[in-house]
């Protein structure tokens, strides 16, 4: 089946979703991370692979925390970093969001890192442009956000090692979690054997099974013996929605306590893609607990950006340095 | 004539406007930017001829595509860039112009790159900075925007080779473009023997014949014959206005079709500085279609600002190298 | 007595205030600067001594003067620097100010440069990062903006070579003022033998000759016989307020005019830490005079950051070198 991501010779080309992606694929991400996670202790955080390279931060849609992991992993690989927040810019101007990406191209971009709020704009972006230039999605709508679950991942092997004998929990807003969708896209891929989802009928999309996982809409049920929970972030926009009945009921139902948690095995890790919710869905007592491997999540998500873009932009540095 | 761009030796020190420049000199930015062009297609696409050198993007007016072509071009000179939006800061504070750039020479810059909505604004900065502070003018108000004018010039010789014999025909509102100003002085400069304008007369300047220019008010007549055909930016402010009757009209008059370009020379260029209204003064088959170069545009565009910098920063780094 | 700004062994570890620092440290900061100046008037402006360093500008109220000095500063000593303006991002998300903290620590944070409108920020985020993370206190609420005192310091030793003996008055509104606050205790602990603070009796801390100064109500009798004026920016939001009775009355009373500063000692300087506003606590003929060293601050500004950051990153550069 042909795959947007991949070169005729099975190389990664872009990341735009975690759907559809071999394993070696994300096994040969996760491997070139762990080398970028020593590069973050040194002395001088930086390595020579993507010098003289100019790398678009493309942010149609506002998020400072995404925007500046990429903006670190870029600079720590020596690229040029150009921030763009195209709402405020050339999109009010009436140019289409194509003339825009042309126009980028051709000052030479070599790489775009796209936010969009609409489902499928990084697809379209790298349907549209040459032949050597790379796309990585950084989340688009609904859809996906596949650099969150390679991170995820990440965190995941490094605190259990291997993949194949897991029980993971996703818990909460599954329906409109892009997150989510990747996370659960890149646990099948990797193997693991059982994925739950938990969460309120509202906020679970119908025929999730279908993608491999089984639903639960009580949390002792379903984080009964897990290795791993994975919350969701609520968007404070559910909350005074038709979907939810109020903060305090979520919270009572869903949040993850410190009394729930006591249900998963005792050496489960909490992982959460931020920015946290404190006292919706999670207890500031799980937060900062022994379990919660939040921050870690975010030290890992450094090496594991510069790991995608490093494979994109040049697929073997080692044999060409 | 004493001319505040000129160092008394002749050099550049600023670039304010074409007006008053010498062949010579648009010639030189030319041609170093023919070896800047090379650059970018190098696999590290940098030279560190502004290494250590602090470039501030002061721009009084919003422009993210402008502001990034310059961010680009000092980033591949190995500049320092710093990024100033000044509408939102310094002057909300009640400082004036020149108290800001008084502070920021303070701060060592060696250039200001300006963008303002006033007419003059880039001359008042430069005539006021120290003698080691160069101007780059990056538009101001319906005056000048030399640097666009420059790549437009690059672009034509890169395609027709030479401006002796051309025939060039600017089509629009030429009246609130400081794009086409510009234009006709750098044109008119070269030597090119036939200026054209073409647009409505509530769109053409009173006595616009004066830099040298024809004036039509029919595209079929104005278009016969000519190599290339320079689109204008309709604002859309303007359309609403009492200038314009209405969009499509504006289109159905001087829109450019491939039906209208068929006057021109079959081997005619088509260009555009963007960012375009497709429909309203462009049809898209024309954009898109062979004769458009409008993306080449952008590309030169920052073989050109990088020449125009390298030039003011050091007028011979090749000797000094 | 604990200072948290300081390692067991004396060194600097953060940069929070002036209060409590040993007069040592000071001079530290302002002989290493003396170094940086130097540096600012090469060919190249950079020095390699934050190489690979990630320096976070967090910026919870805008500044786009202060942030400026700060990204420069950090430039130049090689850093890579990450503006985030926080107001508009995580903290309009529900994130609270630690776990925003917590998480670009988790980025590998070297430096974090904190602007807040809330006294204590800085502190409590020194207080919470780990221990190879420096906070620099780039001005909280009411109570402090440290490297604003150290350039005073350093242009002051510039121009008068010694502090012990000294007069010098601070006029205008020190009861809102951080800049003063941190004046006045970098003041006497490099043992300045008179400090005066002159001002209406609204804009006045009470008690504040605690602190070791003198006040006057008076310009005339508080400026007789200074070696040094340092006026500070009345805010635009006082002037209309019951603080005050008007622009014309304030500057009556308390703007510098050459006729007031006859008052002063004949080789007096006159420093303002900007922006100013002109004809409201300062006249043009003194800001622009002979006698203003204002513009030479914003210089020494840049290299006393330098020194700052420098020193936090590394105490001994020149030793590991």
Do not use: C, W
């Not at 126009?103 to 609409?118: G, I, P, T, W, Y």
């Not at 059982?194 to 999309?205: H, S």
């Not at 013996?225 to 005074?240: T, Y």
């Amino acid at each position: 089946m042909f795959n947007p991501q991949l070169t005729p010779e099975g190389h990664l080309k872009h990341l735009l979703t975690i759907e559809g992606l071999p394993p070696a694929i994300l096994f040969q991400i996760l491997d070139r991370a762990t080398e970028f996670e020593a590069v973050a202790r040194q002395e001088v955080k930086k390595v020579p692979h993507l010098q003289g390279k100019s790398i678009f931060n493309l942010f149609f849609e506002a998020s400072t925390r995404t925007r500046t992991t990429f903006e670190i992993a870029a600079k720590r690989l020596s690229a040029d970093v150009i921030n763009l927040n195209v709402n405020s810019s050339s999109q009010s101007k009436g140019e289409t969001l194509l003339d825009t990406v042309d126009n980028l191209s051709a000052m030479q971009a070599d790489m775009f890192v796209v936010r969009h709020a609409e489902s499928g704009a990084a697809h379209l972006i790298a349907s549209h442009v040459g032949p050597d230039i790379h796309v990585i999605n950084a989340g688009d709508g609904r859809h996906a956000h596949p650099t969150q679950a390679l991170l995820d991942m990440y965190t995941i092997r490094h605190f259990k090692k291997r993949f194949e004998n897991l029980r993971v929990a996703i818990v909460g807003d599954v329906l409109h979690s892009r997150v989510a969708r990747s996370q659960i896209h890149a646990l099948t891929t990797l193997q693991v054997p059982e994925v739950r989802v938990i969460g309120p009928k509202t906020l679970i999309p119908r025929n999730v099974e279908r993608l491999g996982v089984r639903v639960y809409h009580d949390m002792v049920q379903g984080l009964k013996g897990v290795d791993v929970v994975i919350m969701l972030r609520l968007q404070n926009e559910r909350m005074n929605g038709a979907l939810l009945p109020s903060r305090d009921e979520y919270f009572k139902y869903y949040g993850l306590t410190p009394a729930k948690l006591a249900h998963a095995r005792s050496d489960a890790i909490v992982m959460h893609p931020g920015p946290m919710n404190r006292g919706v869905e999670i207890h500031s007592d799980v937060a900062d607990g022994v379990q919660s491997v939040i921050l870690k999540q975010v030290t890992f998500g450094i090496a594991v950006r510069m790991a995608v873009m490093s494979l994109l932009a040049a697929p073997m540095p080692h044999s060409a340095a």
